[in-house]
């Protein structure tokens, strides 16, 4: 893969995160992110062009606001910083490939979302479902592209099968899930099930036990009780862009741990 290209969607990373910034502090209070611009949320003055380059412009301040010296909240810097990462590891994943739109589209909301979840405990529906219909609409597109129509309907079962079960879990024990982590289900499953129902299994898996791994560390440091609420939409982002980028191995692990044959079948040699 082109390390130019690579870069290319990195940067790209770098502005969708500067626009994520925007969305996580907006969406929840029922704000438009797209008017008025932006604003310090201290002193009221507008942001500068130059003061709005993404990640460069907080570094060159020290992390304050020019006006007025407030410290700008860290989690502008890391999201952007984050999402430019991330699009640049996906550009190396998928390469050129019809599922990079998607895949790209899916990771942006999941940050959005898994932020919110942090700050507020709240998965905006103002987030999940744009984030659904557009990685929705760029599956659909790799499908007529490609003309695997098949994974697409892999990938509406495991949106509805996630939806399901998360659902059951809520109505049966609504203190468990909230109907925010029901939806986010339906999302995860629409964005994984392209690549296969096990990398849905996977991210739910990774994200409830490294929920499971927090809530004990920090039960063991005295820092929270078996009531403590923890945000469990940041732990299921967290698996889901985990088994996005890394979750082939383990999925070609386990389908060849359950293939009897797999193990013994014959090598054939390659032909010259």
Excluded: K
Excluded at 31 to 44: D, F, G, T, Y
Excluded at 114 to 125: G, K
Excluded at 133 to 159: D, F, I, M, P
């Amino acid at each position: 893969m082109s390390s130019i290209f690579v870069v290319i969607i990195g940067l790209l990373g770098l502005a969708v995160g500067s626009f994520l910034n925007v969305a996580v502090s907006r969406v929840p209070a029922g704000r438009s992110v797209l008017r008025p611009r932006s604003a310090c949320p201290e002193c009221a003055v507008p942001i500068a062009v130059r003061d709005n380059i993404p990640l460069v412009s907080w570094l060159l301040l020290g992390g304050r606001c020019r006006a007025c010296r407030v410290p700008i909240p860290v989690r502008y810097p890391l999201l952007e910083a984050l999402t430019a990462l991330l699009f640049a590891a996906e550009a190396l994943r998928f390469g050129r490939s019809e599922t990079l739109p998607a895949a790209l589209v899916f990771t942006a909301g999941l940050l959005a979302l898994a932020a919110c979840d942090a700050e507020l405990f709240l998965l905006p529906r103002r987030l999940v479902h744009p984030t659904l219909g557009l990685t929705a609409a760029c599956l659909l597109a790799a499908a007529a592209a490609t003309g695997q129509w098949h994974r697409l309907g892999v990938t509406a079962a495991c949106a509805g099968g996630g939806f399901a079960v998360f659902f059951a879990l809520h109505w049966v024990r609504p203190a468990w899930l909230g109907f925010g982590d029901v939806r986010l289900a339906a999302l995860l499953g629409t964005g994984l099930g392209w690549l296969g129902p096990w990398y849905l299994v996977l991210a739910v898996v990774a994200g409830s036990a490294a929920g499971l791994l927090v809530g004990l560390a920090l039960m063991a440091a005295g820092r929270a009780t078996r009531s403590t609420r923890l945000p469990f939409g940041l732990f299921l982002a967290a698996g889901a862009i985990a088994a996005l980028l890394v979750g082939t191995p383990l999925v070609d692990w386990y389908e060849r741990l359950g293939d009897p044959y797999a193990a013994s079948a014959p090598v054939t040699p390659a032909r010259h």
